[in-house]
């Protein structure tokens, strides 16, 4: 469901995150921090607005606003919350076709995810694996 390519070019490029070869390469990124303008990067590749990503990561406006004018970066756990939108934008543009597709399921209510919108669990691990877990099922066949 996605590649680390793909991944990788949906955060901004090598530009914005490096060349991240596997899994392990993105947890040093991410624990370094990721650059405060991957959010914009991923607002555009994903056709969302900056707000809505933040609303629904619960990253403070401010926060992000104040990261982005210092040109620093965002912390482990900011960055993280960026990885796994983009990490569930990837595998939906994947098994659904397209990325609008793709991002319309991401915002519309889901009876698999207790009629929550896929974008407001990944706020947490258990939501991300959740959500992660009813696309797996879609790409399988198994609609729920």
């Known amino acids: 469901m996605g590649s680390l390519k793909e ?33 914009a990067c991923v607002a555009a590749s994903s056709s969302l607005t900056e707000d809505e990503i933040l609303r629904a990561l619960r990253i403070a406006k401010r926060t992000a606003a104040r990261r982005k004018s210092k040109a620093t970066r965002l912390k482990a756990v900011e960055s993280e919350l960026i990885y796994r939108l983009s990490k569930v934008m990837v595998a939906a543009t ?19 995810l207790d009629g929550e919108r896929p974008i407001d669990l990944l706020d947490t691990s258990i939501g ?7 696309l797996r099922r879609i790409d399988h066949g198994v609609y729920s």
């Not at 659904?96 to 793709?102: I, P, T, V």
């Open 7 to 39: 991944l990788t070019k949906f955060m901004g490029g090598s530009q914005v995150v490096g060349s991240p070869r596997s899994d392990f390469d993105f947890i040093r990124v991410i624990r370094a921090g990721l650059p405060a303008n991957v959010i």
């Open 94 to 112: 994947a098994v659904l076709g397209n990325r609008a597709k793709a991002r319309t399921w991401l915002l519309a209510k889901n009876r698999a």
């Open 128 to 134: 991300f694996e959740d959500v992660l877990d009813v």
